[in-house]
């Protein structure tokens, strides 16, 4: 099998996974239906996949890294901590509404892999760069992952659980800036006052 051929099968492998997953759940397809929807042959799906779980991972692994990719991205585009912070609330609640199905197998357990590991170093590496110069001026603490995390979109995430599982398509913009107002109020420095 060319190399060519190979990245198509795992491709849509990784395609039809998260496209079912996202509307049924990873527990309800089985591997042979995600194979026969990807079209590939049981041996392509063998070789990239040895069993479902390593196919949930790498679709996690998949909508992790675009999420962060984003959130990133939010992140450069702002010019002061604050507006930073706030972007980075509304980036993660404009992202949970635009892909809300999606957004449920980023919320319910965490499934665990190389490509997850390294997309969190990236990620966590590339907060870090732009946190480092706002805390070298004073305008927010030191960043502690877990902790600066938990402030940050911690109370966003538990808002986004309860938001996926009702019929609402919109969440209200006064929500999205409550939890923007909090995260900026729990992460400046006191002297921000």
Do not use: C
Not at 152 to 168: C, D, K
């Amino acid at each position: 099998m060319s190399r060519t051929r190979s990245v198509d099968a795992r491709q849509r492998l990784l395609i039809s996974a998260r496209r079912r997953f996202a509307a049924d759940g990873p527990l309800t397809p089985t591997l042979d239906e995600l194979r026969r929807d990807a079209d590939v042959s049981v041996g392509a799906l063998y070789h990239h996949f040895p069993d479902k779980q390593a196919l949930a991972a790498a679709v996690f692994a998949q909508l992790i890294g675009e999420f962060q990719e984003g959130f990133v991205r939010t992140l450069h585009r702002t010019a002061t901590a604050e507006a930073g912070i706030r972007g980075g609330v509304k980036y993660h609640l404009r992202w949970i509404v635009e892909h809300k199905s999606e957004a449920a197998l980023l919320l319910g357990d965490r499934i665990d892999s190389p490509e997850l590991q390294k997309a969190n170093r990236d990620f966590f590496g590339a907060v870090g760069d732009w946190w480092r110069p706002h805390h070298a001026y004073g305008l927010v603490g030191p960043m502690e992952p877990g902790v600066t995390a938990a402030l940050w979109l911690g109370p966003a995430q538990e808002y986004s659980r309860y938001w996926i599982t009702g019929a609402t398509t919109k969440i209200p913009s006064r929500t999205v800036e409550t939890f923007a107002t909090a995260a900026w109020a729990a992460l400046k420095t006191q002297t921000q006052e």
